[in-house]
C-alpha cells in the first residue's frame, strides 16, 4: 500500500499530515532518533519533537534513554488501536453530552422572541417523508386536553400496543373517539415477522384500542386521514400515489371555526359508521368470516 493513502488513512481518524508522516516513520523503523525520523519523514525537526511528544502522553511510543541521545519506538499497532477507539469514543461521548446541554438551553430560546404577527399564523404544512411530521403529531397529541376525533386509515405497520401517549391522555380524563376504515392495507407482526393484515387482525386490534377505553367505529367507505383535537385543531394527512412517498404532506389547521365544521363531516361519518361488534355480526352474517368469533365478545 502507498504510503500517501496510509497517510490519507491516517487523516480519516484525525491524525494531522505531518502526525501521519511521522507515525508511518515509527511504525516502519526501531528504535529512531527526533532527528532521523525528521529526515524520514521530510517534516522539520522542532515540529518531530512536538508530535512525538504527543505521542508519547497518548502512549503510542516509548521514549528510549541512551547515554547520548533519546529515541522512541512505536508499540504493536493493536494497542494504539484500541487506545485510538476509546479516544474516540470519549470524544464522541463528550460531544453528545454538550449536544444535549446546548439544545436543553436552546429549548427556551426557540421562538422566544416570535413576533404577534408569526402567533396568528394558523395553517402549517409539513412536507417530506421523515420522523419530524410523526413528531409534530405526537406533540399535538400530547397537548391535547379532553378530546381527539380520529378518521383512520390504517397503513404501513401498526403495532397493537396502546402508546404511552394515550395511556397518559387518558389517565388525564381524556377522550377518544376514532373512525377506522374497513381496509386491510397494513401489516402486523405474526410468527415473528410482518405480514400482510387480513379482516379478523382489524377487529382484533380495534378491540384492543376499545378495551383500552378508546371509543371505536368501523367505516364501509374511504375515509381522509384527519384528526380533530380539542375541537380546535386539525391534522390531516395528504397522501397521493401518483407521486413519492417523501413528497407527501401535512396540513395542520388551528382554527376553530374549521375545527368546528370537520366536527361536522366527522360526526357524518360516525354516524353512519357501525359499533365494532355491529360490524362483526354483519360481516358474519355476508358469509365473510371472522376467526375467534366467539373470542373477540
Known amino acids: ?21 511521522v507515525f508511518l516513520v515509527l511504525l516502519k523503523g526501531s528504535a529512531l532518533s527526533a532527528s532521523e525520523i525528521a529526515e524520514k519523514a521530510a517534516v522539520r525537526r522542532t515540529a518531530v519533537y ?9 502512549g503510542f511510543c516509548n521514549e528510549i534513554e541512551t547515554n547520548t541521545i533519546l529515541k522512541y519506538e512505536m508499540i504493536d499497532p493493536e494497542v494504539i488501536s484500541d487506545k485510538i477507539e476509546r479516544e474516540i469514543k470519549k470524544q464522541n461521548e463528550s460531544k453528545i453530552e454538550n449536544l444535549k446541554d446546548t439544545f436543553g438551553d436552546f429549548k427556551n430560546l426557540y421562538r422566544s422572541e416570535e413576533s404577534d404577527e408569526n402567533r396568528r399564523v394558523n395553517i402549517e404544512l409539513i412536507r417530506g417523508f ?28 401498526v403495532s397493537e400496543e396502546l402508546d404511552t401517549t394515550a395511556v397518559e391522555f387518558y389517565k388525564r380524563g381524556g377522550v377518544i373517539r376514532s373512525i377506522y376504515e374497513a381496509s386491510y392495507n397494513f401489516k402486523i407482526i405474526k410468527d415473528n ?13 380495534c378491540r384492543k384500542f376499545e ?19 380539542d375541537r380546535k385543531i386539525v391534522f390531516v394527512n395528504i397522501q397521493d400515489k401518483n407521486i413519492p412517498r417523501h413528497n407527501n404532506s401535512d396540513i395542520i389547521i388551528r382554527n376553530e371555526d374549521f375545527a368546528l365544521k370537520m ?7 360516525w354516524n353512519d359508521s357501525k359499533e365494532l361488534k355491529d360490524f362483526v355480526t354483519n360481516k358474519v352474517k355476508a358469509k365473510k368470516p371472522v376467526k375467534n368469533f366467539k373470542n373477540l365478545y
Open 1 to 21: 500500500m502507498q504510503s500517501q493513502e496510509l497517510i490519507s488513512r491516517l487523516q480519516k481518524i484525525g491524525f494531522k499530515e505531518n502526525e501521519s508522516q
Open 50 to 58: 512536538e508530535i512525538l511528544k504527543s505521542f508519547a502522553v497518548r
Open 130 to 157: 421523515n420522523k419530524h411530521r410523526q413528531e409534530k403529531f405526537i406533540e399535538l397529541f400530547s397537548n391535547a386536553e379532553s378530546e381527539i376525533l380520529f378518521m383512520i386509515r390504517l397503513e404501513g405497520y
Open 193 to 205: 415477522s410482518r405480514k400482510n393484515a387480513a379482516l379478523d387482525d382489524l377487529i382484533r386490534i
Open 211 to 229: 378495551k383500552a377505553g378508546e371509543q371505536v367505529r368501523i367505516s364501509e367507505k374511504q375515509l381522509p386521514n384527519l384528526t380533530i383535537f
Open 263 to 269: 366536527l361536522d363531516l366527522f360526526d357524518f361519518y
